[in-house]
RNA sequence: GCGGGGGUGCCGGAGUGGUCAAACGGGCUAGGUUGAGGGCCUAGUGGCUUAGUGCCUGCGCGUGUUCGAGUCACGUCCCCCGCACCA
């Protein structure tokens, strides 16, 4: 199979079918540039397969297909991974080593371009491999190591800065010292998943000193009995402007980050400060500190509030001291106790501070408070309100009176790749595109409401992304990338430089084709070019004809008709291209589809990095082949399921492959006759086929629509060749070229193999197969499924016996019965009640027999058994006469049967006799 | 926590109020088949029963709506994913 595919690849590119130009009707689908920093993994592929599978179904049904495809490398991974090389990372070079590359050329990779540049030599070769249909002269790569792709980017910024889009502001992420750069979940050895947490800080005042405590729950401090320190930590006194306050020492390093202007004024141990009485800022309460081994230095200030009633840690730790504190009662959650602190560590058998089971009780106590909660009368001004809501509130009210302060910290350790435990820092003069802006906002969901989204189920996701959607950090100061254009100390970040690039595919083709070049790509051009505006076109240097035809070519293959990714890329990527969309372009280049789907399984197991699962495309390729690796995975799943790779789908396909080979082969042997039963069939079946592929595709239901062009008409096929002992050539042909057809957009290149053999033409280049109405005959598809459920039934009677049968009768139900079944089956359709049906029944006139009410009522109990496709007595004799079986068969009616279980028969149903 | 998607056979999964719960694929079992490299065909694959058209069980758990529920409603448990500057 690889060989042909091999060659099929060979005649595409000579035929250059999948070059488009501008003309007739187009469809312009896209995938989402690949990150190149290792080489295609099958994961990788899904998503363009099922974008190469529309964009070959279009193109058979009289679409102009563009698929191009890029490379990205904008950001910090692969410049990461070179600088890992240059240190002699074993690790990295591990990486490298099993994603197959050469040990000799993992050196070079010190230099990340050598790199990337490999790796796109790797993607390429094997989407090649993969046979898609990609106008392969269109490709490109991001970063300033491209200039013409970084002029586009630069005047995609100008542009949006020039309408106000892009903000500048103070910025809170995770940070690593060391390295002085944030860290990306992908740099971080520790707290992958960690997010950034906003705390209220409560000032407590203690003499001239302020003792502060961070808390998650603000609404809690009315409630506080006492201060916990722990004893055994140094604390560091820092002044803050007139202020000092006392700090752990990671809370004076956290702090100072998020601009706080801390300085050092000397340290105390927290022992020393036990005993020490502080006052309650929000309403005067004292409370004295107290020692406690669960408060951890390195979370929040070092410090922490006491509110036993509410809080477990808290309860636990007085208990532990046998310290006996009035309790103050905030909270009334229905169900929960008066102390709900207590209740829970009771109900969960906590003894002490540190029981890890504190963790679930905090968690329960909160989670119904924070949901069910109604704050009581100690609460100040939010007496009566649910904690849920309020909470916000709380804190710019506790804010404004310089009671409390805000402190970010992660919500769970964070410890970089350098080994260094990372923190919250506060980015100056960071800047935002302002996707919050609400008139953007209304705009990208107008765009969304006219667009499609395969599968519907997604759209509220998006709906809800667009909805969220707050700023984004746009730029970055190390990695890969394109400088900001008017700050070059920022690089726009990856996500960033990635929403519209789909239009830069129209312009590639010129550039690599060297009609372009870098001096040319003016923010002139892009303006004329791209938006149609009345700019100086002389400032590009290029010829008018030359920008007319690059103008044309936009203007015809603009907007996106179909961009097809995996769901991870929703609440990003996808939404951010939808956005950029409506604020730079008119409504009309405005995207019209995006299609989500899975992710890819191997071997039914979830890839990744812990698993070291990935399995290599080239590995799939080259023991399987493209069209194998694509039907597998495009049989197992479509909408947001996951599809599954599994090496035996692979080879099953491939054994089908086999006969199918061989079955078109044997057509040209086959000879030709007045067409039968069964040429009528399956020329019927292959009608619905065609149908059923047709509408599944259209709604990019992959696995569906290849269960009709591949299953179904495999299975269709088969039976005809396995009961009819000479087959029709006419038929074989018909049949045999329409599931060639069929089978471009799943198996392209044994859908050429196939068509190969009746034609000279590529099948690429037929028109998608249409219903041909004279073929369509719903009575012989009846018929045959009649057939086979009596066949199934005699069979079933044979095998309970055990013997061989020598002969078999079949009783077809009495004309009467037929009266009565098709009557109750029009109550039925008609949607008459159960209960109506059967008086409905016996008022008929026609009816009045003693068995009538048995049978309707038999019926009604299972509705199953009336039949979808009513025969009539004489129809279903007629085709019992044609029936085929390894025994003698005899066929009679009812009426004229002397045999007693010849009473059973039924309309569709009939009895069977079998003589041994 | 918020948001999205789910829980059906040995497995992947069909099935969105009534025609068959398990289509289609894979696996497994049995029988047949000169059958060249991980073959083909046929039948079977919840339980019981029986010369088939029967009965029971069954779609995470519970309750309800209905003549009828995997399918609708309410409650509950569990799983997966995203939560942002990171590809």
């Not at 196939?754 to 041909?772: D, E, G, M, R």
Request: glycine share 6%.
């Amino acid at each position: 199979m690889i060989e042909i595919e091999k060659r099929w690849q060979e005649r595409w590119h000579k035929s250059k079918i999948f070059e488009a130009e501008p003309e007739g009707k187009k469809y312009f689908v896209t995938f989402p540039y690949p990150y190149v920093n290792c080489p295609p993994h099958i994961g990788h592929t899904y998503s363009a397969v099922r974008v190469d599978m529309v964009a070959r179904f279009k193109r058979m049904q009289g679409y102009n297909s563009l698929f191009p495809q890029g490379w990205h490398m904008t950001g910090e991974p692969l410049m990461g991974a070179a600088k890992r090389i240059a240190a002699k990372d074993k690790e990295q070079f591990k990486i490298f080593k099993v994603a197959g590359v050469p040990d000799s050329v993992i050196p070079s990779f010190s230099d990340p371009e050598t790199m990337a540049r490999y790796f796109i030599g790797e993607w390429e070769k094997q989407f090649h491999k993969a046979g898609f249909a990609i106008d392969w002269r269109r490709t490109f790569f991001t970063t300033s190591l491209n200039p013409c792709y970084s002029a586009f980017v630069r005047w995609q910024f100008l542009r949006l800065r020039g309408m106000g889009l892009i903000g500048k502001g103070l910025h809170p992420v995770v940070y690593c010292p060391s390295c002085d750069s944030p860290t990306g979940s992908h740099d971080r050895l520790q707290g992958e998943n960690a997010t950034i947490l906003k705390y209220t800080v409560i000032k407590f005042r203690c003499g001239e000193m302020i003792v502060p405590a961070a808390t998650l729950r603000p609404e809690t401090t009315y409630g506080v009995t006492n201060m916990w320190v722990n004893p055994d930590t140094e604390y560091v006194k820092a002044r803050l402007g007139g202020e000092t306050w006392l700090l752990s020492e990671d809370a004076f390093t956290k702090l100072k980050d998020q601009d706080y202007a801390l300085a050092r004024a000397g340290k105390v141990k927290g022992a020393k400060l036990v005993g020490n009485v502080c006052t309650n800022p929000v309403n005067g309460d004292e409370a004295p500190i107290l020692p406690a081994s669960f408060v951890k230095p390195e979370n929040g200030t070092g410090i922490v509030m006491s509110v036993p009633s509410h809080a477990p840690y808290d309860h636990a730790a007085l208990v532990d001291l046998k310290k006996r504190l009035d309790y103050i009662h905030l909270i009334d959650t229905p169900n929960f106790p008066q102390h709900p602190a207590v209740g829970v560590c009771e109900e969960m058998g906590i003894r002490s501070q540190d029981d890890p089971k504190l963790e679930k009780a905090t968690n329960t106590v909160y989670r119904n408070e924070f949901h069910k909660g109604v704050m009581n009368e100690r609460c100040g001004k939010f007496a009566g309100r649910r904690v849920s809501g309020t909470k916000e509130e709380i804190m710019n009210y506790f804010g404004n009176r310089d009671w409390a302060a805000v402190l970010y910290d992660t919500s769970e350790p964070v410890v970089c790749r350098c080994k260094t435990p990372n923190h919250v820092k506060m980015i100056r003069n960071q800047w935002f595109i302002k996707y919050s802006d609400r008139k953007w906002k209304s705009r990208a969901l107008r765009c969304l409401s006219k667009m499609k989204i395969y599968p519907e189920e997604a759209r509220q996701w998006f709906e809800n992304s667009i909805n969220n959607m707050i700023d984004k950090a746009c730029a970055r100061k190390s990695g890969l990338g394109t400088p900001l254009p008017w700050d070059n100390n920022w690089i726009v970040e990856p996500l960033s430089d990635s929403t519209i690039y789909m239009a830069y595919y129209i312009i590639a083709k010129y550039i690599n084709a060297g009609l372009v070049g870098e001096n040319n790509l003016t923010d002139e051009f892009f303006d004329h070019v791209l938006l149609d505006r009345e700019v100086d076109v002389e400032r590009t240097g290029l010829p008018k004809s030359m920008l007319d035809r690059i103008k044309k070519e936009f203007d015809y293959f603009y907007p996106v008709d179909l961009r097809g990714s995996g769901k991870d890329l929703v609440p990003h990527h996808l939404c951010f291209f939808i956005y950029n969309h409506v604020a730079l372009f008119p409504e009309d280049k405005w995207p019209r589809a995006i299609s989500v789907n899975g992710w890819v399984r191997n071997e039914g197991q979830k890839m990744s990095k812990s698993l070291g699962n990935f399995l290599p495309l080239s590995d799939v390729l080259e023991k399987f082949g493209a069209d194998a690796f694509r039907v597998s995975i495009l049989d197992t799943a479509e909408g947001l399921d996951d599809p599954d790779f599994r090496s035996e789908n692979a080879m099953a396909f491939l054994r089908k492959v086999k006969r199918i080979l061989a079955a078109t082969d044997s057509v040209k042997d086959m000879k030709s006759y007045k067409k039968r039963t069964m040429d009528r069939w399956l020329l019927a079946m292959v009608q619905e086929r065609i149908r059923y592929t047709t509408e599944f595709l259209e709604q990019l239901m992959n696995r569906q629509a290849l269960q009709h062009a591949f299953h179904g008409m495999l299975g269709d096929i088969t039976k005809y060749l396995s009961k009819i002992d000479k087959p029709d050539r006419k038929t074989m042909e018909y049949a045999m070229e329409t599931f060639a057809k069929l089978l471009v957009p799943f198996a392209p290149h044994l859908a050429e193999e196939i068509h190969s053999k009746f034609h000279k033409t590529l099948v690429h280049n037929a028109k998608w197969p249409k219903v041909v109405k004279r073929y369509v005959d719903e009575s012989v598809v009846v018929g045959e499924n009649y057939l086979d459920n009596v066949a199934k039934d005699i069979n079933h009677i044979t095998k309970i016996i055990g013997k061989k049968p020598k002969s078999v009768k079949i009783v077809v139900a009495s004309g009467w019965k037929y009266k009565l079944v098709s009557a109750v089956k029009s109550h039925l359709d008609r949607g008459t009640p159960f209960n109506a049906v059967m008086k409905e029944i016996m008022k008929d006139m026609r009816f009045r027999r003693k068995e009538t009410a048995g049978v309707v009522q038999s019926l009604l109990k299972d509705p199953s058994k009336v039949p979808e496709h009513l025969l009539s007595a004489n129809q279903e004799f007629a085709l019992l006469n044609d029936l085929v079986f390894r025994a003698k068969v005899m066929v009679e009616h009812e009426e004229k049967s002397k045999e007693p279980k010849a009473r059973n028969a039924m309309p569709g149903k009939p009895a069977i006799v079998v003589v041994t």
